[in-house]
């Protein structure tokens, strides 16, 4: 495989990562602005990257998007949406705008009461219920109301390996931003917080922990770029095993990557107004849809 972006991909990063940088929130009280979110959501909408694959995108497109989202912590419906898609372009059913039901939850649902699951390998639609609390700030999570018992369609078993690869990869993507976001913040705040007459940054401690950071998120893209490539071009039993180990790895990696960007911002970092916690938020939330454990997963050691 070749890692590197085509200028189309790197095209559609920009352009997703200016819009996270524009819309997206730049403070905990940002999260309350009912008007940016307006604008946010009415922006993806332009863009119409929630219906990304039904427009041919691959696994790296979609994830590309992803995680320029999660480190921007985009606080509008995106990977609910590009999910319920993937499996909406195999039915051919119209309507309105879908999103992701997962075991009687919608964990994405922001102005969205429309929802497809995937059941095995039938593919069922339904109504979202009221809202319910989620630890992740930046998103509005609902109980599924209602389920119809008749699928609107069935899928081969690839189809439905392949597109859960595509949920787990685009999991992880959004999970790796979250914590590029997380450790952005803490370098920033590393090169303008001073102590001792110095900036906390020049200190062997905290570098030496932003530096672990940095080698963990490295470990994290490398790992989500081969699982996103191989949900298009390895057999889908391989791509489902390439995006289990990337959920998992990316997962706990930016555990560790929120955690230290907290312990960087000291006693600031455990309070209410700094975004650290919003990503850790996000990253937590994000790990406990389409989980994976590490006995899952077939390491090819026997």
Same mark, same amino acid.
């Given at each position: ?6 200028? @189309?991909? !790197?095209?559609? *990063? $920009?352009?997703? #990562?200016?819009?996270? +940088?524009?819309? /997206?929130?730049? %403070?905990?009280?940002?999260? @309350?602005? !009912?008007?940016? *979110? $307006?604008?946010? #959501?009415?922006?993806? +909408?332009?863009? /119409?990257?929630? %219906? ?19 480190? /921007? ?230």
């Amino acid at each position: 495989m070749d890692v590197r972006l085509t200028s @189309e991909q !790197s095209q559609l *990063r $920009d352009a997703a #990562a200016k819009l996270a +940088d524009d819309l /997206g929130p730049g %403070s905990v009280a940002d999260l @309350e602005d !009912s008007t940016r *979110r $307006d604008r946010l #959501a009415a922006a993806i +909408d332009r863009t /119409g990257w929630r %219906s990304l694959r039904s427009d041919g995108a691959t696994g790296v497109e979609v994830a590309i998007v992803a995680e320029e989202f999660g480190r /921007g912590l985009v606080d509008a419906a995106f990977l609910g949406p590009t999910l319920a898609d993937d499996l909406l372009r195999h039915t051919g059913a119209a309507g309105a705008a879908a999103t992701l039901a997962i075991d009687g939850l919608v964990p994405d649902a922001d102005g969205l009461d429309r929802v497809v699951e995937l059941d095995g390998v039938f593919v069922r639609e339904g109504r979202a219920g009221g809202a319910v609390p989620s630890e992740d700030l930046t998103r509005i999570a609902k109980n599924v109301d209602t389920v119809n018992d008749s699928p609107v369609a069935m899928l081969s078993e690839h189809d439905a390996q392949r597109f859960r690869a595509l949920a787990l990869v685009v999991t992880a993507a959004d999970i790796l931003g979250a914590a590029r976001g997380a450790q952005a913040l803490a370098c920033d705040y590393a090169k303008i917080r001073e102590q001792y007459g110095k900036t906390i940054g020049s200190y062997q401690a905290v570098g030496h922990m932003l530096a672990e950071s940095l080698a963990v998120l490295e470990g994290s893209a490398s790992i989500l770029r081969h699982a996103a490539w191989a949900v298009d071009e390895l057999e889908p039993s391989e791509a489902v095993g390439a995006a289990q180990m990337a959920k998992l790895y990316c997962a706990r990696s930016a555990r560790t990557v929120c955690e230290n960007s907290i312990q960087v911002h000291g006693g600031i970092g455990n309070t209410w107004e700094c975004l650290a916690h919003v990503h850790l938020r996000r990253v937590l939330v994000s790990t406990e849809n389409f989980p994976v454990s590490l006995k899952e997963i077939d390491l090819g050691l026997s």
